[in-house]
């Protein structure tokens, strides 16, 4: 079986930059990770590609194409950084930027021109890996699960992944390998634009300004009874989904607060899915810097919460990681998504070819 030689790029719902890893997989069992970078995105990119968000492909041409260069970017230095030649590499897994998701209309877009990137980089590369699961009736998210499902191999089970992002996602895999997932709710996006807002900060950091206020209980009562929240898995969100002026009247701190016990909470509620108890959860994503989350779910669950770095593993590369590996699913025509975590109406491959 070959062995690829891929790099899995990911820009997600926090907006703050590009990951990049280097894996060499099969895209089944054998993973080997050779390196990681982040490319932080400047204020005035990420501010471009924000404005972005909800609107069309056709209205974020331009954002677009510096979005493409960014990542070009990326791969550059990761090859500098390793000392070696795109000649070396097979493949690229490109995510792109999501910029509108609502699979109930069938609709999902991810901003990113492929055959750009081929030919600035001079390597093969693998996009728009959700588009056809939506086409097909699935919710075009997640698809980390599979690529967990892969690293759970030889934990103690039944474990969920639990990847907070700017929005939040649990990937449940059972003793036997078999696979539930779904969006749990908000991650940090709401947060992040918080902070943003309030002392124009990317984020909360440690956890902090939410450690130091109070969480609002009426805020948060209003949040929760979102309809998202009493629907069945499958079911995913897109990272404006929760707009809402209730927490517009709160101090910072007590808004960083609520809108982190809104966070925690909606993890909790999914956890109700699960069909047998938990050995443990493993937090990746951005949030699991944040003590406040970290202490909350560890208190609401009543079992080890653990941050992926704890089982060796980088948690800022994970998704990038995934896309390496879901690349390489996609062009030996493995599926990537599946009915118990996408809804799609049978395991699916997805992802284009860009030479």
């Given at each position: ?350 992802g284009k070819l860009c030479a």
């Amino acid at each position: 079986m070959k062995i690829y030689r891929v790099i899995g790029l990911m820009s997600g719902t926090s907006l703050d930059g590009v990951d990049a890893a280097l894996l060499r997989t099969d895209g089944e069992a054998n993973i080997e990770r050779e390196a990681f970078l982040t490319l932080p995105y400047d204020d005035g990119l990420r501010a471009q590609i924000r404005a972005c968000l909800g609107k069309s492909a056709a209205e974020s041409k331009a954002a677009e194409r510096a979005l493409t260069v960014a990542h070009a970017e990326t791969v550059h230095r990761l090859l500098e950084m390793q000392g070696i030649q795109s000649k070396e590499i097979d493949l690229i897994g490109f995510h792109g930027q999501t910029i509108s998701h609502a699979p109930e209309k069938g609709h999902t877009c991810q901003i990113g021109d492929g055959a750009l990137l081929a030919s600035m980089t001079g390597i093969k590369v693998v996009n728009d890996f959700r588009t056809a699961d939506v086409k097909a009736g699935g919710q075009g998210a997640p698809l980390v699960p599979v690529y967990h499902q892969a690293l759970a191999a030889k934990m103690e089970k039944p474990v969920v992944f639990l990847n907070v992002g700017g929005v939040a996602n649990v990937t449940y895999v059972g003793k036997n390998g078999e696979l539930i997932a779904f969006d749990t709710g908000p991650g940090n996006a709401l947060m992040d634009d918080w902070m943003l807002k309030k002392m124009g900060s990317k984020f909360d950091d440690g956890g902090k300004t939410a450690l130091s206020g109070k969480v609002d209980e009426a805020v948060l009562k209003k949040l929760l009874s979102h309809p998202f929240f009493s629907a069945p898995p499958p079911k995913s969100l897109d990272r404006d989904a929760f707009a809402s002026k209730a927490w517009e009247k709160l101090s910072t701190a007590d808004g960083a607060a609520t809108l982190a016990a809104f966070t925690v909470q909606s993890i909790i509620k999914a956890a109700q899915h699960f069909p047998e108890q938990l050995k443990q959860w493993i937090v990746c994503g951005g949030g699991r810097h944040n003590k406040f989350l970290m202490n909350q779910l560890q208190h609401y669950t009543n079992t080890p919460v653990l941050s992926i770095d704890e089982l060796g593993l980088n948690g800022d590369a994970t998704e990038a990681e995934a896309f390496a590996y879901l690349a390489v699913r996609s062009v030996r025509d493995l599926p990537i998504s599946f009915p118990t975590t996408t809804g799609a109406p049978k395991p699916m491959t997805g992802g284009k070819l860009c030479a």
